[in-house]
């Protein structure tokens, strides 16, 4: 079945470090990959998305390349600041073959020190 | 715009009682919602999925009868936690979506709900 893995956090950055978080997946069909943001107390938000091989998803400096030959979506950012600090959880659904389910990985949690 | 409430954020219960946890799309009509449970650090994991005015879709595993969804308004979605044990303690995230679950992968969440079974 369809399954999401993610690196193990937590991940911890000094602010304006470079993050990468890792993200494979198993999948038949062609879903759609999704990186969701949840900040302290708050439900999960759509932090970006790509839904077909090599589109790139980005927002607030986030990103993240659907790669079908490593079957990877790993997000990265450039210079994390301390607002980033949030669990980060990639998600598969969608496609081809939609249910409408959404399939996690763990979260991974980074915490981004001044 | 597209926020989604859940009440009450946190409960306490005594085993064997009935928890009943709402959750409420503020500013759009939830056609879909969806039930999800996540056990401390590990994922989301999908209970059911439900359309205003029908029955629920549990996943393989999920009790029915202990875990009663109602989708009784394109606004409204109740999850009850039946006779709940220690063992249903966990944190519940619900979800929205405006549209059907098969013609959409556009999700709204709560921000949950932790139960705690003494």
């Known amino acids: 079945g369809n399954s999401v893995t993610q690196m193990e956090g937590p991940v911890t950055l000094s602010e304006e470090a470079f993050l990468t978080i890792n993200c494979t997946y198993t999948?038949?069909?062609?879903?759609?990959l999704f990186w969701y943001v949840q900040y302290p107390g708050e439900g999960l938000q759509l932090l970006l998305k790509a839904t077909k091989a090599d589109d790139k998803g980005s927002n607030k400096g986030f990103e993240a390349t659907y790669r079908k030959e490593t079957t990877s979506f790993h997000l990265e950012k450039g210079s994390v600041q301390v607002s980033d600090s949030a669990v980060y959880f990639c998600?598969?659904?969608?496609?081809?073959?939609?249910?409408?389910?959404?399939?996690f990985g763990q979260g991974t949690t980074l915490q981004v020190k001044p | 715009g597209a926020v989604v409430s859940q009440h009450p954020s946190r409960v306490i219960c005594k085993s064997g009682t009935s928890v009943k946890i709402e959750c409420r799309s503020l500013d759009f009509q939830a056609t879909t919602m969806f039930w999800y449970r996540q056990f401390p650090k590990q994922s989301l994991m999908l209970m059911a999925t439900s359309n205003e005015g029908s029955k629920a879709t549990y996943e393989q595993g999920v009790e029915k009868d202990k875990f009663l969804i109602n989708h009784a308004s394109l606004t409204l979605s109740t999850l009850t936690v039946t006779s709940a044990h220690p063992e249903d303690s966990s944190f519940y995230i619900c979800?929205?979506?405006?549209?059907?679950?098969?013609?959409?992968?556009?999700?709204?969440f709560g921000p949950g709900t932790r139960l705690t079974v003494l």
């Open positions: 979800s929205a979506s405006p549209h059907l679950a098969a013609i959409t992968d556009t999700q709204y």
């Open positions: 998600a598969l659904g969608g496609g081809s073959s939609n249910t409408g389910k959404l399939i």
């Open positions: 999948a038949t069909g062609y879903p759609s």
